[in-house]
């Protein structure tokens, strides 16, 4: 076991391996939430199986569990990589994945029976709060030294993401989770919604955000064998990320009455937002400029570029949703999950899922057991998810229009029905995907096939 | 600009917290935490229903803030920041699958809330709430004076009402089963209580009806109309036997008047809420014509006083005629 422990890369795998399994829970737990919404007497009486106890724990496990574990794992493997050295720490490397999927193993364990401070993305107890921040502490130590104890002089673009992104969430977190109330994790009164959307919206900006930048940086030139198009892009699109992210929070209440000045700031930063992310995009699309083709052919490439378009998606679609005139009509409806969906699966989880399949062979010395299966993958989740977008949001532009015109809520329920069969529907797809894709990593890492002596990628390359 | 571990690290840090003092920092030094004037604090068994709504993720469906374009139920009273005074959490909610809850105290009766939320398709057949029956009897009244005390002082206005009425219409109800409706039609004003059903009784009126029906009101006054519906052993007084108004027309003629109103209004006290948020003119007077068509055998609808048809209407002629000439010997 100690050997395990010191083997390299073997956190970065054991990270990897744990994102694909919370992704077939999280899948499952949105099966359950998506049936629910339909059929809200399916499973009746069971506890832990109520839509207000398993849509936390479907959130957070796909956030936390799928994209953030994965996301490190990947990070994990590059940080050494990209720096010609070893991880400073293999131990403490798997210290931090301890606490991690701690955390992330208290949403089934704990929200199912009540378990839960109940704000929205900040939903972890006080103790699971605790085990992440030590997670989190552990990683910005084994990063920051293995930066020190570098052989690379420079530092690349992935490396900057990957370091910031711990130092961020690890002042991030304890904020937003008000994490010097242990009983609550909340402030009394209305500023407790500014703490709540400040990690609320920091989560996917600041944890997520960075690590499948950083992930989509590391991926894509390598395949299409081209340098980075940019060092100054790449330089604007970091230090525009932080500086306008942690600002666009309140835009969840924009309509509460939170001080108009809040309001007015992050309506601003919301819609400047497009700079930092058209900036990344931009850089990354020409660096693949002209070498579509390999992207393409290279089915973990692919999803990672599947993933890039769905962050450009998003990020025009997000500052449109911020502004005032717009989310009369959006806010409080589908409209915003189908946007959540194409944010965290679109960008956070395909980058994810692309990268994992990249780093996957040159981690464990093997080729991936088959690339047709991450195609299937690529394909399910790309139906699924595109089909989720359209229903909810259409689903949402009829609820909303309905509420702006006078309907009541009620009223308008049973006008989502169809909408909400076809999104359950579209669910089978995902969960189908992430059930290859853990079939896939089990055929690849089975013992069965260790029968020549195991060589690290780089070596091998 | 080269990035050095340094400038990484420490600007990474720099801007990171400059930037959040903007939008943490400030607010924390400058908002104040003041009761507005409905604001009142809540009780011991209302904070354990809080934490009840908290841990069981009730505001992932229910928002508690109603903003400047809202209609719905509630729409009354536009948040303001002293109605979350001290409390914690005051989650405000990012989606509305069910109505917004910010004054949802005293908008239905006491024994309406036990029944919801033992399962919510008792009271709100279309509702896609989960039931809660697997919560303690006590959780269930503590989650309902919560919900009662959400609206402050304006929830306790509403209360007070609700039980004022509650009262009498229990004293009615003992009366037994003609003097309680005699009671419930006094409450309907004069001008309505003359007033046939403008609206004629068609088939395709009658289907409409019998939709709304079944979304609003099949499960408390059972689909025969006898009130008998799953709700009914919450409920006191239970829902109102439809059966029984064939030999309590007014002047042995009308009916419609008494329904629109009822429906429209509600009868506070007891479990039967208003529609009018819901439904505008022509479904309510369809639901009446449903009602006295289907339970009553009866519909005053097109009687006279009838005015000038309105260019749409057909050559409807009502064929029901009215009880008393069915009685007569």
Same mark, same amino acid.
């Given at each position: 076991m100690t050997n395990l422990f010191q083997k390299p890369q073997s956190a970065a795998l054991a990270f990897m391996v744990a994102g694909a399994v919370w992704f077939v829970v999280g899948a499952v737990y949105g099966m359950f939430s998506a049936i629910h919404l339909v059929?809200?007497?399916?499973?009746?009486?069971?506890a832990p199986l109520v839509f207000g106890r398993e849509r936390p724990v479907h959130v957070n496990t796909m956030l936390y569990g799928f994209v953030g574990t994965m996301l490190v794992g990947i990070g994990l493997y590059y940080l050494p990589a990209l720096l010609k050295t070893r991880l400073w720490s293999e131990p403490l490397a798997w210290m931090a994945f301890v606490f991690w999927n701690l955390t992330v193993l208290s949403g089934p364990l704990g929200f199912a029976f009540g378990f839960t401070q109940g704000r929205e993305y900040n939903e972890y107890v006080w103790l699971a709060d605790i085990s992440l921040v030590l997670a989190v502490a552990c990683l910005i130590v084994v990063t920051a030294l293995t930066i020190v104890n570098r052989r690379e002089p420079q530092l690349y673009v992935s490396i900057w993401y990957f370091m910031a992104t711990f130092l961020w969430t690890a002042s991030n977190y304890p904020l937003g989770n008000v994490m010097w109330h242990p009983a609550t994790g909340a402030m009394p009164g209305l500023i407790d919604s500014l703490f709540l959307w400040f990690w609320g919206h920091n989560l996917p900006g600041l944890l997520i955000t960075p690590l499948a930048t950083g992930a989509a940086y590391f991926v894509i030139p390598r395949v299409t064998r081209t340098p980075l198009n940019s060092h100054t892009l790449s330089l604007l699109g970091f230090w525009f990320l932080i500086a306008l992210y942690s600002h666009i929070g309140g835009h969840h209440v924009l309509q509460s009455p939170i001080p108009n000045w809040l309001k007015t700031v992050s309506v601003v930063d919301s819609v400047s937002m497009v700079l930092p992310v058209s900036i990344v995009v931009i850089n990354l699309w020409l660096t693949a400029r002209g070498f579509g083709g390999r992207v393409w052919n290279d089915p973990p490439a692919r999803l990672v570029m599947g993933g890039i378009v769905w962050y450009i998606i998003t990020c025009i679609q997000g500052p449109l949703q911020s502004l005032p005139f717009l989310q009369r009509v959006t806010h409080f409806n589908n409209w915003t999950v189908g946007h959540a969906h194409i944010a965290m699966l679109g960008f956070g989880g395909y980058i994810a899922l692309g990268a994992m399949w990249h780093v996957l062979p040159l981690v464990s010395g093997r080729p991936v057991y088959s690339n047709k299966l991450i195609n299937l993958q690529f394909g399910l989740i790309t139906f699924g998810l595109t089909g989720f977008f359209i229903v909810l949001t259409m689903a949402g532009l009829v609820q909303g229009s309905a509420w702006h015109n006078g309907e009541t809520v009620l009223r308008v329920l049973p006008q989502l029905s169809p909408f909400m069969v076809m999104r359950a529907a579209l669910g089978i797809f995902i969960l189908t995907a992430s059930l290859v894709g853990l079939a896939n990593l089990y055929l690849t890492l089975r013992p069965a096939r260790q029968e020549e002596p195991l060589l690290r990628g780089e070596e091998a390359a | 600009m080269k990035m050095t571990p340094a400038f990484l690290i420490v600007g990474a840090l720099l801007v990171f917290w400059a930037s959040t003092f903007i939008i943490v920092g400030l607010p924390s030094m400058t908002m104040k935490d003041n009761p507005s004037e409905i604001w009142r604090p809540l009780s011991p068994l209302e904070r354990e229903g809080h934490r009840l709504y908290v841990k069981n993720g009730c505001s992932y469906c229910h928002s508690l803030f109603i903003r400047v374009n809202d209609w719905d139920i509630g729409a009354e009273r536009i948040a303001q920041a002293g109605d979350y005074a001290g409390i914690e959490p005051a989650i405000l909610g990012s989606e509305r699958t069910g109505p917004d809850l910010s004054q949802e105290g005293g908008e239905h009766s006491d024994d309406w809330n036990i029944a919801h939320f033992t399962n919510p398709r008792y009271t709100t057949p279309i509702s896609v709430m989960p039931a809660w029956d697997f919560l303690s009897r006590h959780e269930i009244q503590a989650l309902a004076a919560y919900v009662q005390a959400l609206g402050g002082k304006d929830a306790d206005v509403r209360q007070k009402r609700q039980r004022e009425w509650k009262r009498q219409a229990q004293a009615a109800y003992a009366g037994g089963v003609d003097r309680n409706i005699e009671w419930l039609h006094a409450q309907v004003p004069e001008v309505w209580r003359r007033m046939p059903n403008p609206y004629p009784a068609t088939e395709a009126a009658l289907q409409r009806g019998k939709r709304l029906y079944q979304q609003l009101c099949i499960n408390c006054h059972s689909p025969i109309g006898d +009130?008998? +519906?799953?709700a009914q052993p919450f409920? +006191?007084?239970?829902?109102?036997?439809?059966?029984?108004?064939r030999r309590h027309l007014v002047e042995n003629r009308y009916i419609g008047g008494i329904f629109y109103y009822q429906i429209m209004n509600g009868i506070t006290g007891t479990a039967m809420p208003y529609f009018k948020k819901h439904l505008e003119s022509e479904k309510i007077w369809d639901l009446a014509n449903y009602l006295a068509v289907s339970f009553v055998g009866y519909t005053d609808a097109n009687t006279e006083p009838r005015g000038i048809d309105a260019s749409y209407e057909g050559e409807w002629q009502n064929p029901y005629p009215p009880p008393a000439v069915d009685q007569a010997p």
């Open positions: 059929a809200p007497e399916f499973l009746p009486h069971v | +009130g008998n +519906g799953p409920l +006191g007084p239970p829902p109102l036997n439809f059966t029984i108004l």
